[in-house]
């Protein structure tokens, strides 16, 4: 469809005429609440983060695998760091490279995510009670927001985690609602054997502690990249594949909040065509006419053939505007 075949009115999220069994949140999800979350991209960010940035021979790391993705490099010099012992050579350079890449995770992700002291708990009531709702939320982003949701008011939301917090793939699915990282998160370890298991930690501990972890073990979560990147991440994964997987089988309407499922994720377009969705109810911030213009065709062309709903993403509980938190001005240092 041509785009004058658009206008640029939207609808009101309850005024939809079917219900979304399916959330996929994206990255506006998040910016709607902490606009810091607007960062293009966390292998960008670590590389200008004032305190213990990547260095150049971290980027040539990264280089030579061809990736941006923190979880690949750091599992890559694990495994480096294992066989040198093995064979009794010096690891102390790869061992060296290993904390420097994870001190500067740190300190990007810290830079970009709202401390947990500055969002009021009603807040995460809110959004945890809205996440009820659907049979299966999806998340593409690997912040903290929907896991403190979760951990506010557990009620309601299936466990698929066991008794020692490792992921079972075997767990019976209740009725409660499942909440599926797509893209892993930082409250998720990627063990020695390949395995995933949930962090021991709640509240702020889950965002100071998320890189320190045992031996062997690093966060898994996949960061920005190329859609090849994400891909090879998410095979080498059992429980990222396994959500992708679900995605892949959904039944009933899905609603798309705050993601534009660009290029670099158009294997979640293809899940989605896989579990054969007919029904589509699409998050459009009112920026101005002209984006609500360029959205509507871009996800009608998207989705072409399915009924697609489109609809002002203020309207909709995660994106009210009484949940946004105001970003603190960094305090300015006087002059002597």
Not at 174 to 192: E, K, N, P, W, Y
Not at 195 to 214: E, H, Y
Request: proline share 5%; charged share 20%; hydrophobic share 40%.
């Amino acid at each position: 469809m041509e785009l004058d075949a658009f206008d640029a009115s939207l609808g009101q999220w309850p005024h939809l005429p079917f219900h979304c069994t399916g959330l996929l949140l994206g990255n506006g999800a998040s910016r709607a609440l902490w606009r810091n979350f607007a960062y293009d991209s966390l292998f960008e960010r670590a590389q200008k983060v004032r305190n213990k940035p990547l260095g150049q021979t971290d980027l040539a790391l990264f280089k030579s695998m061809g990736t941006e993705n923190f979880e690949q490099v750091l599992s890559a010099l694990n495994t480096t760091v294992r066989v040198n012992a093995a064979l009794a050579i010096s690891a102390s350079a790869p061992l060296n490279r290993y904390y420097a890449i994870k001190e500067a995770l740190i300190h990007a992700m810290r830079s970009a995510h709202i401390p947990f002291r500055l969002l009021p708990g009603e807040h995460l009531q809110a959004m945890a009670r809205h996440l009820r709702e659907y049979t299966t939320v999806y998340s593409s982003n690997y912040d903290l927001l929907v896991t403190w949701a979760v951990e506010q008011a557990p009620e309601g939301f299936d466990e698929l985690f066991d008794v020692d917090l490792g992921f079972d793939v075997r767990r019976v699915r209740s009725d409660a609602t499942r909440v599926l990282h797509l893209h892993g998160g930082l409250h998720l370890i990627r063990q020695v054997d390949g395995t995933t298991r949930k962090r021991n930690a709640v509240g702020s501990a889950l965002l100071d502690g998320f890189a320190i972890n045992q031996p062997g073990e690093v966060p898994l979560f996949v960061n920005e990249g190329r859609r090849e990147d994400k891909l090879r991440a998410i095979r080498q994964s059992d429980y990222l594949s396994w959500c992708h997987a679900q995605l892949a089988q959904h039944q009933g309407p899905l609603c798309l909040f705050g993601h534009s499922l660009g290029e670099q994720d158009r294997y979640l377009l293809e899940a989605i065509e896989q579990a054969g969705v007919q029904q589509l109810a699409v998050s459009i911030f009112p920026l101005s006419d002209a984006w609500i213009l360029s959205q509507k065709h871009y996800f009608t062309t998207l989705f072409a053939g399915r009924e697609v709903q489109f609809f002002d993403a203020t309207s909709h509980p995660l994106g009210a505007p009484s949940l946004n938190v105001p970003v603190p001005k960094p305090a300015v240092k006087r002059k002597r």
